[in-house]
């Protein structure tokens, strides 16, 4: 079956960089986009960013563009989230998503599947 299962957090001061990975299991990965999500305490889930399924086209809320970057290895079923000059706003629950529809080019954020997250704290 379908499984993502993020690492990569931690506890961080602002303005310090953390790199999230998903790795991806049970499907065919190449053909699937995949989203990065955040949730702070308190707070609605949040879309942060995605890539495509093909030609790893990007897309960002506006609140990270620029310091946040996404990137997939096919090969090794992975997408990266590289997190640049943290905020304390960047502080939640990390969860990478992916679906079979194409999702990122269309703008669309309903994904179908997802994995159980990963801890962000930036305070100082």
């Known amino acids: 079956q379908v499984q993502l299962v993020e690492s990569g957090g931690g506890l961080v001061q602002p303005g310090g960089s953390l790199t999230l990975s998903c790795v991806a299991s049970?499907?065919?990965?190449?053909?699937?986009?995949i989203g990065w999500f955040r949730q702070a305490p308190g707070k609605e889930r949040e879309a942060v960013s995605c890539?495509?399924?093909?030609?790893?086209?990007?897309d960002y809320r506006d609140a990270v563009k620029g310091r946040f970057t996404i990137s997939r290895d096919n090969d090794k079923k992975t997408v990266t989230l590289q997190m640049n000059s943290l905020k304390p706003e960047d502080t939640g629950v990390y969860y990478c998503?992916?679906?079979?529809?194409?999702?990122?080019?269309?703008?669309?954020?309903?994904?179908?599947?997802w994995g159980r997250g990963t801890q962000v704290t930036v305070s100082s």
């Open positions: 890539i495509s399924r093909d030609d790893g086209f990007a």
């Open positions: 049970g499907f065919a990965f190449f053909w699937y986009d």
């Open positions: 998503a992916t679906d079979g529809r194409p999702r990122c080019k269309d703008g669309l954020w309903e994904y179908d599947y």
